[in-house]
């Protein structure tokens, strides 16, 4: 269950991810245990590849598998700036 975008976020590949989106594929694509693209970019320590997935409008409301969000997942990692980012779309 995990996509092309998956990959790309969970490798840190900010060129594939522009690429990615920019095919209109589901950014919002949950894996077996619930992980958006946006949750593997927080998980494994990518920022730039997790602000061009907010960006292009990922549904920050998601919960995978363990019931974190993007945002609680960034917190917990103490991607302070990614949950910062998510916050002001939020509010926006």
């Known amino acids: 269950g995990r996509s092309a975008l998956h990959k790309a976020a969970f490798w840190g590949h900010t060129d594939a991810i522009g690429f990615l989106l920019g095919l209109s594929l589901d950014v919002d694509l949950q894996d077996s245990v619930g992980d958006t693209a946006l949750h ?3 998980h ?3 920022p730039a590849v997790a602000q061009q997935l907010i960006d292009a409008g990922t549904n920050l409301a998601l919960k995978n598998n363990d019931g974190l969000d993007a945002r609680a997942m960034a917190v917990e990692f103490g991607l302070d700036d990614i ?5 002001a779309r939020a509010s926006a």
Not at 83 to 87: E, G, H, Q, T, V
């Open 40 to 42: 593997d970019a927080i």
């Open 44 to 46: 494994y320590g990518h």
């Open 83 to 87: 949950a910062k980012a998510i916050d």
